[in-house]
């Protein structure tokens, strides 16, 4: 387990971190998830100790190790651009941390063999960094990373130096050896869609605060504020408050909306709108719109749900949508 | 924690080692775009330079050796005092070189590394040797360590003389050509090996040392080849004392004075294949540790 405890780090007058606590849990996957510039990277490398912070605390598993060096935190960090040691081998690179520890040749050589199969490399032993891809290279880093059996693995947007293909290959694999390694993780990333697919827990960061914490499915189903809301789907604005575009319902008269609404036991707003535009994206359709008041938003439905109401450009019709309990700039939705 | 043997599901497939790597494939076409005939033009205008400012005046040296025959050239190589000159010569150059290897890179480390008032100035100021009239600085240097040394350092005449006036030349070369590296290299490849648990000294080892060692090599190479070749410096405070502090330049000097060319043409070319077959090995060096770094499948 990792605890961060009024964290606070500045940079002249800017403030990177501005007194962040952050519970990581033994075990868990946790992503920091924000925007470029929020502090993600300055808290991940606090806890690695690659940064001093100015005030606050870390402990790791219990122990404070606010004032020791990285080499002493027991943790493996993996950089976005794979640092790698570019004169040594493969092999070598994996084996680092275990030779400078002077541990048996032998026993080096079985642990090096073990995590080369893990991360899909093996055969690839006598390369060196330049002679591999990309994701390859990342892989090497991380199974240099695990080499030395780290408390905690820190990676700061390991992927975010690949190609979108290769990157959502490598994430979902991240995830399947997390499942059977367990070493707890942190993993900073700006891309929603990843801190979605892989974290169990996201912790969303913004001007170097942390705006709130928990597992994907809360985050995205009840954001306690509209920065949360906004960071982690695509978000309409409906009158006087921010829903999610796969909510809004559109119906052809005030009447009917009303009805429906109050059927599904929904509140908010019934938006008289124009459709713009209707978008066919595979299996979803994006439907464009202007309402009364001249705001455009987009909603979002399902194939079979167009193919049935055939929306076309230029109708009128009335929106709302079905979760939109508290109206936009108010406090955290209960 | 404690990781498994068993491999995690089939990993994302790995690139086939055939798919050229974007930057090799991108230098592929910066070297289709001269075009044939740009590149001929290219190639004769450098032979020609480097034919009419190297190749010929070293040719004509080397004729110029053989005047007396091959005997002539093997006696005037031979001579105990040629013999004794260039022995001098390479021995102060190596010491020399060995020490501009290390204070030079010490020298760029600080000046890349850390921050002290004056750091500008400083780093001005390697480069004044390069300025200075060699023959200024064997002045300076014989007003400090000569027989009026206001320190009380006499060096006059003495090898440590020639060594000091030779590093004071060469001292730029190491830690020119080391500083640009150390300014590009990557600091989270330090990061990763400290949070491998390497200690500093590990680190520089291991990690930094083995990524400068091209450009400290080719710098040595380079601090050697101008140590050897070096006269004005050491014209004041080497003494020119034969078997001593006579130099293989100042040796020279002598057997052109003696009215002996073919000698001192002689001797010149001995020093000069001593040169460029260090040189020629370190580079050797140099390219071998830097291509395993470049290389790609
Ligand atoms: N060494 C530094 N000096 C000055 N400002 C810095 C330094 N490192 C980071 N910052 C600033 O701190 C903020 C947070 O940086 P960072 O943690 O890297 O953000 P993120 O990783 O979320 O993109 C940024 O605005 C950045 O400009
Ligand atoms: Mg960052």
Do not use: C
Request: charged share 20%; proline share 6%; net charge neutral.
């Amino acid at each position: 387990m990792i605890t961060v405890t009024d964290a606070r780090k500045t940079y002249g007058d800017f403030v990177a971190l501005d007194d962040v606590s952050l519970e990581i849990p033994a075990g868990s996957l946790t992503a920091l998830l924000g925007p470029s510039g929020s502090g993600k990277s300055t808290l991940l490398r606090s806890i690695a100790g690659l940064e001093d912070l100015d005030g606050g605390n870390v402990r790791i598993d219990g122990e404070d190790v606010t004032h020791q060096p990285p080499q002493h935190r027991g943790i493996g960090f993996v950089f976005q651009h794979y640092a790698a040691f570019k004169h040594m081998t493969v092999r070598d690179n994996v084996a680092f941390g275990l030779t400078i520890r002077r541990r048996p040749k032998a026993e080096v050589a079985r642990k090096v063999d073990d995590l080369l199969e893990i991360v899909g490399l093996d055969g690839f032993q006598h390369r060196y960094p330049a002679q591999l891809s990309g994701g390859q290279r990342q892989r090497m880093a991380l199974a240099r990373a695990l080499a030395v059996d780290p408390q905690v693995l820190l990676l700061d947007e390991p992927f975010g130096a690949l190609d979108a293909k290769v990157r959502a290959d490598l994430r979902r694999w991240l995830r399947r050896l997390h499942d059977e390694v367990h070493v707890t993780t942190v993993l900073v990333t700006h891309d929603q869609e990843e801190a979605l697919d892989v974290a169990d827990r996201i912790a969303v960061l913004n001007k170097g605060r942390i705006e709130q914490v928990g597992d994907p499915v809360s985050l995205y189903e009840r954001p306690e504020n509209d920065f949360v809301m906004s960071f982690l789907g695509a978000v309409s604005r409906l009158g006087d408050r921010l829903v999610r575009p796969h909510d809004i319902v559109l119906e052809r008269d005030h009447a009917t909306a009303a009805s429906r609404q109050a059927a599904e036991g929904a509140v908010g707003p019934l938006v008289a709108a124009r459709v713009d535009r209707v978008v066919r994206l595979g299996f979803e359709v994006r439907i464009e719109l202007t309402a009364d008041d001249g705001e455009r938003f987009v909603a979002q439905v399902t194939r079979a749900e167009a193919e049935r109401r055939r929306y076309t450009a230029g109708e009128d019709v009335v929106a709302w949508a079905l979760r939109s309990e508290e109206p936009v700039g108010a406090g955290p939705v209960a | 924690m404690s990781t498994t043997t068993q491999p995690v599901g089939a990993p994302p497939s790995p690139a086939p080692p055939s798919a050229a790597p974007a930057r090799a494939s991108s230098q592929g076409g910066r070297r289709r775009r001269g075009g044939p005939g740009g590149r001929a033009l290219g190639l004769g205008v450098v032979g020609l330079w480097l034919s009419l400012m190297v190749l010929l005046p070293l040719a004509a040296l080397t004729v110029r050796s053989f005047d007396d025959g091959l005997s002539g050239f093997w006696a005037a190589v031979t001579a105990p005092a040629a013999l004794a000159a260039l022995e001098v010569t390479l021995g102060v150059s190596v010491v020399v070189a060995l020490v501009n290897a290390v204070m030079g890179t010490l020298v760029a480390w600080v000046l890349v590394r850390d921050e002290f008032p004056g750091q500008r100035v400083v780093n001005a100021l390697i480069d004044l040797p390069f300025a200075l009239p060699t023959i200024v600085a064997s002045i300076v240097l014989l007003s400090l360590y000569g027989p009026n040394s206001p320190i009380g350092v006499h060096l006059n005449a003495t090898r440590w003389g020639l060594g000091v006036a030779l590093a004071f030349v060469t001292l730029p070369f190491v830690v020119r050509s080391v500083q640009p590296v150390l300014i590009e290299l990557d600091r989270e490849v330090e990061e990763a090996a400290a949070s491998l648990g390497a200690s500093n000294t590990t680190i520089f080892r291991r990690v930094v040392l083995p990524s400068l060692a091209p450009a400290v090599i080719s710098g040595t190479g380079l601090a050697f080849a101008r140590a050897v070749g070096e006269y004005g410096s050491v014209v004041l405070i080497g003494g020119n004392i034969p078997r001593e502090t006579q130099v293989v330049s100042q040796y020279i000097q002598q057997q052109i004075e003696i009215d002996s060319p073919a000698a001192a043409a002689a001797v010149s070319v001995a020093l000069l294949s001593v040169s460029f077959l260090t040189l020629f090995v370190l580079r050797v060096w140099a390219t071998l540790s830097q291509r395993r770094e470049a290389s790609t499948a």
